[in-house]
């Protein structure tokens, strides 16, 4: 597979507008991602045999279908991914081409990710699926430092390295946040208490909520106005709270350093 350099760079520049956003304001527009899956269909077409390609545009427009439109929700959505994942999985079938089938099984990952919470931004999920699209499979000679190894590069493909280590650079975001909880005695590393007024301004998730006029602890995530106007209501001052991480913005440096180093998983091997 050859990326090409102009779609590597406006994705580039996509990401870079995408971390603007998420750092000013934690809403992503979605034409970024649009954009992505987008310039995947059209690559497709340039750097696979036009038998593949079309099955993999295909695929791609599905997924994104899915991905964008707000009627492809409960069954609806889950036949949108079971027949994008599907026509993905084809050209590995007829053609022994795998490219399709990753993306597949990262665009499910992601999709389950964010399903369970551990994925928490619609942004960050939506850029991690777009780029399951974009780069199924290492571009050939990009990588100056961690060449690929088939066929653990499979495993280790571009979407999969990119998310560990964003993982890894957002840990550097938290330590400010670390060093917090632990002063104020948290159970565990992500947590601070902070008035509900300044929480109201700040980008942080509320970890208490009012259920049957009771005070209880809760997942991080939901419309955090609404928690912050129920505490408020009840006459709770103080409230548990987790940081917002921009993570696209740790997204957009491990695409870089990927695109161009290639995965440091590579060592493992």
């Not at 066929?151 to 390295?161: D, G, L, R, T, W």
């Given at each position: 597979?050859?990326?090409?350099?102009?779609?590597?760079?406006?994705?580039?520049?996509?990401?870079?507008?995408?971390?603007?956003?998420?750092?000013?304001?934690?809403?992503?527009?979605?034409?970024?991602?649009?954009?992505?899956?987008?310039?995947?269909?059209?690559?497709?077409?340039?750097?696979?045999?036009?038998?593949?390609?079309?099955?993999?545009?295909?695929?791609?427009?599905?997924?994104?279908?899915?991905?964008?439109?707000?009627?492809?929700?409960?069954?609806?959505?889950?036949?949108?991914?079971?027949?994008?994942?599907?026509?993905?999985?084809?050209?590995?079938?007829?053609?022994?081409?795998?490219?399709?089938?990753?993306?597949?099984?990262?665009?499910?990952?992601?999709?389950?990710?964010?399903?369970?919470g551990l994925l928490r931004g619609g942004g960050d999920a939506k850029a991690m699926m777009s780029l399951s699209m974009l780069l199924p499979v290492y571009p050939e000679g990009s990588c100056?430092?961690?060449?690929?190894?088939?066929?653990?590069?499979?495993?280790?493909?571009?979407?999969?390295?990119?998310?560990?280590?964003?993982?890894?650079?957002?840990?550097?975001?938290?330590?400010?946040?670390?060093?917090?909880?632990?002063?104020?005695?948290?159970?565990?590393?992500?947590?601070?208490?902070?008035?509900?007024?300044?929480?109201?301004?700040?980008?942080?998730?509320?970890?208490?909520?009012?259920?049957?006029?009771?005070?209880?602890?809760?997942?991080?995530?939901?419309?955090?106005?609404?928690?912050?106007?129920?505490?408020?209501?009840?006459?709770?001052?103080?409230?548990?709270?987790?940081?917002?991480?921009?993570?696209?913005?740790?997204?957009?440096?491990?695409?870089?350093?990927?695109?161009?180093?290639?995965?440091?998983?590579?060592?493992?091997?």
């Open positions: 597979m050859t990326v090409l350099p102009s779609v590597a760079i406006l994705t580039m520049l996509v990401l870079i507008s995408a971390s603007f956003h998420d750092v000013s304001s934690r809403l992503i527009p979605d034409i970024h991602w649009k954009l992505v899956c987008l310039m995947a269909a059209v690559a497709v077409l340039f750097e696979y045999e036009i038998e593949c390609a079309v099955l993999l545009a295909a695929g791609y427009v599905i997924l994104s279908a899915y991905m964008f439109s707000e009627r492809l929700v409960g069954a609806a959505g889950v036949v949108a991914v079971a027949a994008g994942c599907a026509v993905l999985a084809l050209p590995y079938i007829l053609y022994s081409e795998p490219s399709g089938l990753v993306t597949a099984v990262m665009f499910l990952f992601m999709l389950v990710l964010y399903s369970t100056i430092l961690w060449e690929p190894v088939y066929p653990a590069a499979y495993a280790f493909n571009p979407v999969f390295s990119i998310m560990l280590l964003a993982l890894l650079i957002s840990l550097l975001y938290g330590v400010k946040t670390i060093g917090l909880s632990r002063k104020q005695g948290a159970k565990g590393f992500s947590s601070y208490r902070m008035t509900v007024e300044e929480a109201r301004t700040s980008f942080v998730w509320p970890l208490e909520d009012i259920v049957d006029g009771k005070k209880v602890r809760i997942k991080a995530g939901g419309i955090p106005k609404e928690v912050f106007d129920r505490l408020e209501a009840a006459g709770i001052d103080q409230v548990w709270v987790t940081p917002m991480i921009p993570f696209v913005l740790p997204i957009t440096i491990a695409y870089a350093i990927v695109l161009i180093l290639g995965s440091p998983l590579f060592l493992l091997v």
